[in-house]
Nanobody, 122 residues
Framework: QVQLAESGGGLVQPGGSLSLSCAASGSIFSIYYMRWYRQTPGNERELVASVHKSGTTNYADFAKGRFTISRDNAKNTVFLQMNSLTPEDSAVYFC????????????????WGQGTQVTVSS
């Protein structure tokens, strides 16, 4: 089993910055993709950004130029640096990871964190 623990959410003023982190622990051999999603009440969860273990990144259009995703493979941790935040960025942010637990089984299992609240308000 694998656990993902997010941290770093909170209240920030418009135009401010916030940094999220998510640490994976448990039965981990390799983590292919690590991603951040977000969700607001009544809406579907949407992808914010992803990072492959090679370092290749991908961003949603709303995140480009403002958010930066990165990871520390040695610590099985993914980060999301968010700048120039607006009230529309308020949401619960979830960490997601595709994990393999054995070198004998390359098939990855997707795990989710519990989410961390980000509120952008003056």
């Amino acid at each position: 089993q694998v656990q993902l623990a997010e941290s770093g959410g909170g209240l920030v003023q418009p135009g401010g910055s916030l940094s999220l982190s998510c640490a994976a622990s448990g039965s981990i051999f390799s983590i292919y993709y690590m991603r951040w999603y977000r969700q607001t009440p009544g809406n579907e969860r949407e992808l914010v950004a992803s990072v492959h273990k090679s370092g290749t990144t991908n961003y949603a259009d709303f995140a480009k130029g403002r958010f930066t995703i990165s990871r520390d493979n040695a610590k099985n941790t993914v980060f999301l640096q968010m700048n120039s935040l607006t009230p529309e960025d308020s949401a619960v942010y979830f960490c997601n990871a595709d994990v393999t637990s054995s070198p004998l089984s390359p098939r990855a299992t997707s795990y989710w964190g519990q989410g961390t609240q980000v509120t952008v308000s003056s």
